[in-house]
Structure formats: C-alpha cells, structure tokens
C-alpha cells in the first residue's frame, strides 16, 4: 500500500515517476511528450538485476507515451517490462487504433477501453 505518493498533473510525467520510482522532474521526463532516456534505470531492470523476477512477472497495459510522441523510441520491452500490451502513443480513435504486444503491433478495432482491461485479465 501506498500511504504517501505523488503524482504530476501530466500523464507522462507520472508514468515515468512510476516506472523509475522518481520525482517527475527527477526521471528527465518533464513535459509532454518527453522521451525517457534509456539510461534511466528503472523498477523492472532493477528487480530482474536482482532475480526477483524468478518471483514475480512484470507487465504493463495501456497507453506508454513514454517514446517522445513516436512509436520507434523507448519500447516498454526495453525498459525491463516483461509483458506489454497496449499504445504507444496517444489515441486519436478509441475504435480504430494501434495495439503494440510485446513488440509487434497490430491494428484494434475493439473499443480500446475495453480491449485493454480484457488483456490485463488475460
């Protein structure tokens, strides 16, 4: 349980304050849409550095916009992400959009809220 957490009011930036357990402006992601470096560590290299992941899996559904707009930068799978399943960047149609799962990308049809939830289930 989080009993004192923070978020930014910009959804990348808080993105990238959970993945890299920093401060908005700490994880170099301070605006929108920021790139986040892939030097950074990050909670998942961090925890399969440490063979937690014997223990655990890593997964992450939904929007990334971590890439700096595009969906050739900073793929989720680099970033120590085991399992992804959801788009890259921003969504201009929720009925008609580009799904990426664990590198390969396909267009959706689906309603995307409810495609994504249906995959975190699975």
């Not at 920093?22 to 998942?44: C, F, R, W």
Request: proline share 4%; aromatic share 8%.
């Amino acid at each position: 349980m989080f009993d004192n957490a923070w978020a930014t009011p910009a959804c990348t930036t808080t993105r990238a304050s959970m993945l890299t357990g920093k401060h908005g402006i700490n994880s170099g992601v301070t605006y929108v849409p920021a790139k986040l470096d892939e030097s950074i560590q990050t909670l998942p290299r961090l925890l399969k550095a440490d063979n937690a992941s014997a223990s655990h899996q890593m997964a992450v559904f939904g929007k990334w916009h971590l890439g700096g707009g595009t969906s050739t930068a900073t793929h989720p799978n680099d970033s120590g992400i085991e399992h992804y399943a959801g788009n890259l960047t921003n969504l201009d149609d929720y009925y008609h959009w580009q799904l990426t799962e664990n590198g390969v990308t396909t267009t959706s049809n689906e309603y995307h809220t409810s495609k994504v939830p249906d995959l975190a289930i699975d």
